[in-house]
């Protein structure tokens, strides 16, 4: 049997352990977790999606049908300041080019931003996993039978976001400081089939609500897309990733 000094050494032991398991989970529960993939967040009536992806974020504003104005560009984390590079505002095109520090942090699910006009509290919908999740441009076409390569000349840039559930397209030009369009919503790709469901359209309020379906797969790295456009003409196109923003 143990004696008193014995079972007092033992306490002191378990005791250390238990401290040091105590310490390294506050530890681990501190860490930034990933800010990757896509989050909500209701203000009154108006619904703000905010896509972070392969240094991508997109941000945009709706209520209801009517599309409000979205903003977006480069980005990285530094501790826990989100730090952004504006390549388009639909609203604002006088921020195109800034450079904005934006502090946040985590509580479970829940990323919070500091703006301007106080603390802003998104819920995580997607963790930014999936096979097509990443920051596309398109690269190809067919045209004749064939595929055509495209070569994107001048500053005019589109990309195409995808979480893991979300997806938004923009069409842009930053040296000029101008904003084309852009729409989103969510997707889903399972068995070949690519199915997007539209929830924001700048060019057109009346497309909100409508899906449209593709074929879809991934050969060699790219993405191949095809089936009948929003206007009906069809389609064959390839869609290679980015990579990652510098």
Same mark, same amino acid.
């Given at each position: 049997?143990?004696?008193?000094?014995?079972?007092?050494?033992?306490?002191?032991?378990?005791?250390?352990?238990?401290?040091?398991?105590?310490?390294?989970?506050?530890?681990?529960?501190?860490?930034?977790?990933?800010?990757?993939?896509?989050?909500?967040?209701?203000?009154?009536?108006?619904?703000?999606?905010?896509?972070?992806?392969?240094?991508?974020?997109?941000?945009?504003?709706?209520?209801?049908? /009517? +599309?409000? *104005?979205?903003? #977006? &560009?480069? =980005?990285?984390?530094?501790?826990?300041?989100?730090?952004?590079?504006?390549? %388009?505002?639909?609203?604002?095109?006088?921020?195109?080019?800034?450079?904005?520090?934006?502090?946040?942090?985590?509580?479970?699910?829940?990323?919070?931003?500091?703006?301007?006009?106080?603390?802003?509290?998104?819920?995580?919908?997607?963790?930014?996993?999936?096979?097509?999740?990443?920051?596309?441009?398109?690269?190809?076409?067919?045209?004749?039978?064939?595929?055509?390569?495209?070569?994107?000349?001048?500053?005019?840039?589109?990309?195409?976001?995808?979480?893991?559930?979300?997806?938004?397209?923009?069409?842009?030009?930053?040296?000029?400081? /101008? +904003?084309? *369009?852009?729409? #989103? &919503?969510? =997707?889903?790709?399972?068995?070949?089939?690519?199915?997007?469901?539209?929830? %924001?359209?700048?060019?057109?309020?009346?497309?909100?609500?409508?899906?449209?379906?593709?074929?879809?797969?991934?050969?060699?790295?790219?993405?191949?897309?095809?089936?009948?456009?929003?206007?009906?003409?069809?389609?064959?196109?390839?869609?290679?990733?980015?990579?990652?923003?510098?």
């Amino acid at each position: 049997m143990l004696n008193v000094i014995e079972i007092e050494i033992m306490k002191t032991f378990l005791f250390s352990i238990l401290a040091l398991t105590i310490t390294f989970s506050n530890l681990k529960a501190q860490t930034p977790a990933q800010v990757e993939g896509a989050w909500t967040f209701n203000e009154d009536e108006k619904l703000h999606y905010i896509f972070f992806q392969d240094g991508f974020y997109f941000h945009t504003i709706q209520q209801g049908n /009517q +599309f409000i *104005g979205s903003d #977006g &560009g480069n =980005y990285e984390v530094n501790n826990k300041v989100i730090s952004t590079r504006v390549l %388009f505002n639909s609203m604002d095109s006088t921020k195109i080019g800034n450079a904005i520090d934006v502090p946040f942090s985590f509580t479970g699910n829940q990323l919070s931003i500091s703006v301007s006009q106080g603390q802003v509290n998104f819920q995580r919908v997607d963790e930014g996993q999936a096979p097509l999740a990443g920051v596309w441009r398109i690269t190809g076409r067919m045209q004749d039978g064939k595929i055509t390569p495209i070569h994107q000349t001048g500053s005019r840039q589109t990309y195409k976001l995808l979480t893991g559930s979300k997806f938004q397209w923009v069409a842009m030009d930053p040296e000029k400081k /101008q +904003f084309s *369009g852009t729409g #989103g &919503g969510s =997707y889903t790709f399972k068995d070949g089939k690519y199915t997007e469901h539209i929830e %924001f359209f700048s060019r057109d309020n009346s497309r909100v609500g409508a899906s449209l379906n593709f074929d879809g797969k991934l050969e060699n790295g790219d993405w191949h897309h095809s089936g009948l456009s929003s206007k009906g003409a069809k389609i064959y196109e390839i869609w290679s990733r980015i990579g990652k923003a510098n």
